[in-house]
């Protein structure tokens, strides 16, 4: 039997508040409901859409379907750009943390210019959500329960019976030759080790045991082996233990490899379409073209004058094997289009090219997406508008 359970889609929840709150911004600007009345219901909208954002994403570790509409949203976004970027034409290294002087984590990518930009913790942690990146686990971090702060808490280990941090660690050494045991101290001679019994010197690690660790405080001289644990926080001067801390873990991030292609595929469309939307072309992406009893689809569909061109984009490590390309005609044999480029990041393969030489496809190669741009605009500033697919 069906679940009468309706459908949870916080996505859709998403797009009918924002269309809630433009419809909200039309009638201030309209003069129908005062600015006041705007700000206390505009907050309330936001509110609620950053609630269904948010449910989208814890949601969508398990859902794949909503992880796949996401993923659109995000690609398009400058900084999954970036990130992007940098894990298929960067350095390609997993992000790792690294700490200033707040022990704060915090991630950078570099850029051509050897910029480095820092990417916010919370985006790639919603990009593991969604499958773009993954992430694994670089070390636990002990908060404040207080301020929530790193920066200055301190393991603290007391006196068992004063509860002093004031105390003094012993390391107990046994010397294996004469069976004599001191404390470390006993034996330390400069650099040297030497047996304060015995009077010989102790040069190879074996020669020496370690017993234990005996504990003197130094305000009540209570002796003791394990001393009270605690941790402090000096910006607030909170006092607290490892159960009332608050306990982070601080990851690194990788590219998530099964989805390079899909990464691959979207990274350049950003780009592309805005050297084309500047230079006058009408855009639709993807783009849909009448064919023979169905709809094709191609990655972009460029407008200028009357007239249209389908285009089709490929990466690659090295290079793009054939397969696209043929896929690419096989679909202009059915749509209705004046001219057709396939772009490839970095190139094709020579049977590609000789496929696309054949059948009248022109090509467009470059190692980046914005190198891409700028050769798909030399093509079309090779006229190839009077050169038009028959």
Not at 167 to 175: A, F, G
Request: neutral net charge; glycine residues 6%; contains cysteine.
């Amino acid at each position: 039997m069906p679940s009468s359970e309706p459908t949870i889609d916080p996505l859709g929840e998403m797009e009918e508040l924002m269309r809630e709150l433009a419809s909200l911004e039309t009638q201030m600007l309209s003069r129908k409901i005062s600015s006041q009345q705007y700000d206390t219901m505009s907050k309330m909208l936001r509110e609620r859409i950053a609630n269904a954002e948010s449910l989208a994403y814890s949601m969508a570790r398990g859902n794949e379907s909503i992880a796949e509409r996401l993923r659109a949203r995000n690609y398009g976004l400058p900084a999954v750009q970036l990130a992007c970027n940098h894990f298929i034409y960067g350095s390609r290294r997993a992000l790792e943390p690294e700490f200033g002087a707040d022990r704060v984590p915090r991630y950078f990518v570099e850029t051509e210019g050897e910029d480095r930009i820092p990417l916010d913790t919370t985006l790639l942690e919603r990009l593991v959500d969604i499958g773009i990146l993954k992430s694994s686990l670089f070390e636990k971090m002990l908060l404040c329960p207080r301020c929530g702060s790193p920066s200055q808490v301190f393991a603290r280990f007391k006196c068992t019976n004063c509860a002093s941090i004031d105390i003094s660690i012993n390391r107990m050494l046994e010397h294996l030759a004469c069976g004599t045991i001191h404390n470390e101290r006993s034996f330390r001679v400069g650099r040297s080790m030497i047996c304060p019994t015995c009077k010989k010197t102790l040069q190879k690690p074996d020669e020496q045991r370690l017993i234990g660790v005996v504990c003197t405080c130094n305000k009540c001289s209570a002796h003791f082996e394990d001393p009270a644990q605690s941790f402090y926080c000096r910006k607030c001067e909170t006092d607290f233990n490892l159960s009332t801390g608050v306990i982070t873990d601080i990851r690194v991030y990788d590219m998530n490899e099964k989805r390079q292609d899909e990464i691959r595929s979207q990274l350049g469309l950003p780009v592309i379409a805005k050297v084309l939307e500047e230079n006058n072309f009408q855009l639709a992406i993807p783009g849909r073209l009448a064919g023979k009893g169905r709809n094709v689809q191609f990655s972009i569909v460029a407008r200028r004058h009357t007239s249209v061109t389908a285009i089709d984009l490929a990466s690659s490590d090295s290079e793009v094997p054939v397969g696209p390309v043929l896929e690419f005609y096989v679909k202009l044999l059915e749509a209705r289009t004046d001219f057709a480029i396939f772009g490839a990041i970095p190139q094709l393969s020579d049977q590609a090219k000789d496929v696309a030489a054949t059948n009248r496809i022109s090509v467009a190669e470059g190692a980046t997406p914005e190198i891409l741009a700028r050769k798909i605009l030399e093509v079309f500033g090779e006229g190839v508008f009077q050169n038009a697919r028959e």
